[in-house]
Nanobody, 123 residues
Framework: QVQLVESGGGLVQAGGSLRLSCAASGGTFSIYRMGWFRQAPGKEREFVGISGSSGTIRNHADSVKGRFTISRDNAKNTVYLQMNSLKPEDTAVYYC????????????????WGQGTQVTVSS
């Protein structure tokens, strides 16, 4: 079983940048597809991006494409989300998640979740 812990959230002005980290323990990190999701108050959880197990293949939601980049370092058991050109509508709790065997943008396909980290973008 994998435990995930996110960090790096905070308050930033519009146009700024943040890098989120998600540290994994308790499993073989390199076999998992890793995803980032976010949930704003009153809204459903939304897919942000996914990284394949080696990190060479990745995909991002249209809403963040060109601004956010998912990456991973399997030697450090960590997945990252670099967020640039942040907008107020990016304000949400950001979660990382691990999928043992599916390439998916659906939250129900992920078996393991972190506790989330708050990102607030002020205008």
């Amino acid at each position: 079983q994998v435990q995930l812990v996110e960090s790096g959230g905070g308050l930033v002005q519009a146009g700024g940048s943040l890098r989120l980290s998600c540290a994994a323990s308790g499993g073989t990190f390199s076999i998992y597809r890793m995803g980032w999701f976010r949930q704003a108050p009153g809204k459903e959880r939304e897919f942000v991006g996914i990284s394949g197990s080696s990190g060479t293949i990745r995909n991002h939601a249209d809403s963040v494409k060109g601004r956010f980049t998912i990456s991973r370092d399997n030697a450090k058991n960590t997945v990252y989300l670099q967020m640039n050109s942040l907008k107020p509508e990016d304000t949400a709790v950001y979660y990382c998640a691990a999928s043992p065997n599916l390439w998916s943008s659906r939250s129900e396909d992920y078996a393991y979740w972190g506790q989330g980290t708050q990102v607030t973008v002020s205008s």
